[in-house]
């Protein structure tokens, strides 16, 4: 059943809402809207009217949110936020550009695609891309994304998951921890300050096992949300790191960082690119999906 028309509040008054909520003050959000005092009243009054509910309560100076207006206010901040993304795409591609975008990994981002991007506008002049960071998979329903880069197993509803590449992590340090130490076996190890990804925290314990070396507590160390920090914590001399090959290729070739041992280990997970259900043809996702195959 589709709402009827006048049932649906503006986007106006939507912002006033959202804005006196933000405030917590009517005259202060009209200061933001340039708008009067009496003009956002009247807008809050309007949407309160139109949902027959009270949205705002007013304590002293200030007003406050109702419960009905606490429930309401995430749902009026995603969708102002979805609004003004889809004015932003719509001016990006107003000069007839193609638009792509695409959320990946904030590391694998930052460190690799940013570096290989160029090459991919070079080849495909005239596409302009927007590009967001997310750690952990979301709906896509609720999302206007035509690419997603996926570490995990290719499950993700209401879209197609394509094999990208594995994930191979070697143990690295600084030159100065690795030539203060005689790491000649996995074992060597056990007792060094170890770094962590706090999303992988048996990473260490794998690899030990991998490394045959199932007795070693690989628990210890400093924790990290982001293999950038690691990576940055490692250069520093905070400890030893399991880092991927692919993210530490310029700190390896300068000498920043040094393989402490030659045991790579392969992870359980891989790389995915994930396209969403009718997506998949757009000339956007389909050029950037094969420029990804073939860079890797």
Same mark, same amino acid.
């Given at each position: 059943?589709?709402?009827?028309?006048?049932?649906?509040?503006?986007?106006?008054? &939507?912002? @006033?809402?959202? =804005?006196?909520?933000?405030?917590?003050?009517?005259?202060?959000? #009209?200061?933001?809207?340039?708008?009067?005092? %009496?003009?956002?009243?009247?807008?809050?009054?309007?949407?309160?009217?139109?949902?027959?509910?009270? &949205?705002?309560?007013?304590?002293? *100076?200030?007003?406050?949110?109702?419960?009905?207006? $606490? #429930?309401?206010?995430? !749902?009026?901040?995603?969708? &102002?936020?979805?609004?003004?993304?889809?004015?932003?795409?719509?001016? #990006?591609?107003?000069?007839? $550009?193609?638009?792509?975008?695409?959320?990946?990994?904030?590391?694998?981002?930052?460190?690799?695609?940013?570096?290989?991007?160029?090459?991919?506008? *070079? @080849?495909? +002049?005239?596409?302009?891309?927007?590009?967001? %960071?997310?750690?952990?998979?979301?709906?896509?329903?609720?999302?206007?994304?035509?690419?997603?880069?996926?570490?995990?197993?290719?499950?993700?509803?209401?879209?197609? =998951?394509?094999?990208?590449?594995?994930?191979?992590?070697?143990?690295?340090?600084? +030159?100065?921890?690795?030539? %203060?130490?005689?790491?000649?076996?996995?074992?060597?190890?056990?007792?060094?300050?170890?770094?962590?990804?706090?999303?992988?925290?048996?990473?260490?314990?794998?690899?030990?096992?991998?490394?045959? =070396?199932?007795?070693?507590?690989?628990?210890?160390?400093?924790?990290?949300?982001?293999?950038?920090?690691?990576?940055?914590? @490692?250069?520093?001399?905070?400890?030893?790191?399991?880092? +991927?090959?692919?993210?530490?290729?310029?700190?390896?070739? %300068?000498?920043?960082?040094?393989?402490?041992? !030659? =045991?790579?280990?392969?992870?359980?997970?891989?790389?995915?690119?994930?396209?969403?259900?009718? *997506?998949?043809?757009?000339?956007?996702?389909?050029?950037?999906?094969?420029?990804?195959?073939?860079?890797?």
């Amino acid at each position: 059943m589709k709402l009827s028309r006048t049932l649906i509040p503006d986007l106006a008054i &939507l912002q @006033a809402f959202e =804005c006196a909520a933000r405030h917590g003050n009517f005259t202060q959000a #009209a200061a933001e809207l340039q708008l009067t005092q %009496s003009a956002v009243s009247r807008q809050i009054r309007t949407l309160e009217m139109q949902l027959g509910v009270t &949205l705002f309560e007013r304590i002293r *100076k200030r007003v406050v949110l109702s419960p009905a207006g $606490k #429930a309401m206010l995430p !749902d009026v901040i995603h969708l &102002l936020g979805q609004t003004e993304d889809m004015v932003l795409r719509a001016m #990006a591609s107003s000069d007839g $550009k193609n638009t792509l975008t695409v959320a990946t990994l904030p590391t694998f981002g930052s460190r690799w695609l940013m570096r290989h991007l160029p090459d991919f506008l *070079k @080849a495909n +002049p005239g596409t302009v891309v927007n590009i967001t %960071s997310r750690s952990e998979p979301f709906d896509l329903g609720a999302e206007d994304f035509d690419v997603v880069i996926h570490y995990g197993q290719p499950v993700w509803a209401h879209a197609t =998951c394509t094999y990208l590449c594995n994930e191979v992590v070697v143990p690295v340090g600084n +030159p100065a921890l690795v030539g %203060s130490r005689d790491i000649r076996s996995a074992s060597d190890l056990r007792n060094e300050p170890l770094l962590h990804l706090a999303a992988r925290p048996k990473l260490w314990t794998e690899w030990f096992e991998a490394s045959h =070396c199932e007795e070693a507590s690989a628990y210890h160390g400093h924790r990290f949300d982001q293999f950038s920090m690691i990576i940055e914590a @490692a250069r520093q001399g905070l400890g030893f790191a399991l880092l +991927p090959r692919y993210l530490i290729e310029e700190e390896i070739a %300068s000498g920043q960082l040094l393989v402490a041992l !030659d =045991c790579p280990m392969a992870t359980v997970n891989s790389y995915y690119i994930v396209t969403p259900d009718g *997506k998949q043809g757009t000339p956007a996702a389909r050029l950037f999906q094969e420029w990804l195959l073939s860079q890797v």
